[in-house]
């Protein structure tokens, strides 16, 4: 079956830890995202990554770092410089990110979320 | 900066009603509008989406609307069963900070009662 798996389901941290949540894809993707999503709120863009070797920050990376050494995989470090960790954190994979062109969106790839880790800092 | 407002934040309907869901996005470049159902403790999964050159999309007891001159987009379910209940997330792909990415609405949850 193609998807993404995220792992673990569950994870706990105490303080000052830092945690690695994994992701990986087999759906042969080129882009790779991770979200941080808590009660009330959308989902926040931590980081994301167009293609191998490659990550930019989104909205709200600090605390948090990334690699991107495989195409099929994406891991998230939670660092403990990230003062409020405890969230639900969602990857997503898409074919490609889609370009500018001509001053306007170009053709956009669907994302495909993972089940998500719950992350909870003791 | 871009954002998607969207309303209302929770919505309750007996079984057999119909449901909306409204949104409305702040950069008027944007022409992508995908809809995501997210159950309980699972990611979310997308259940329609819409692209700027049309103005309605439907897809069995799902549809949904983009009026591109007010900026919003509203997602509508007819005949709702129980297993509709979920929290549902619009989003709006914006180009912003120098990088292309979805901005999300802050989620509808959705009780259908039998």
């Given at each position: 079956d193609g998807g993404i798996t995220q792992s673990p389901k569950y994870l706990f941290r105490k303080e000052g830890?830092?945690?690695t949540l994994s992701c990986e894809q087999n759906l042969n993707h080129d882009a790779m995202y991770w979200y941080r999503?808590?009660?009330g709120q959308g989902l926040?863009?931590?980081y994301y990554s167009q293609i191998v070797n490659d990550f930019q920050k989104g909205d709200i990376a600090e605390g948090y770092s990334v690699s991107r050494e495989k195409k099929e995989s994406f891991p998230l470090t939670?660092?403990?410089a990230q003062k409020n960790p405890t969230a639900f954190y969602l990857c997503a994979s898409s074919?490609?990110?889609a370009g500018l062109a001509g001053g306007y969106l170009s053709s956009y790839h669907e994302q495909f979320f993972g089940p998500g880790t719950r992350l909870t800092v003791l | 900066g871009e954002n998607v407002e969207q309303h209302p934040s929770t919505l309750s309907v007996q079984e057999g009603d119909s449901a909306v869901i409204k949104c409305t996005y702040?950069?008027?470049a944007s022409n992508y509008f995908p809809w995501y159902k997210q159950e309980l403790g699972k990611g979310p999964q997308l259940i329609i989406d819409i692209r700027s050159n049309v103005g309605e999309k439907k897809d069995q007891r799902i549809a949904v609307t983009l009026n591109k001159t007010a900026k919003h987009f509203?997602?509508?379910i007819t005949e709702t069963q129980p297993e509709d209940s979920a929290v549902y997330f619009c989003a709006?792909?914006?180009f912003s900070g120098g990088y292309n990415k979805l901005i999300f609405g802050a989620g509808t949850r959705l009780a259908v009662h039998p």
């Open positions: 830890q830092n945690v999503q808590d009660p926040r863009l931590i939670v660092t403990s074919m490609g990110p | 702040s950069d008027s509203s997602l509508h709006a792909f914006m």
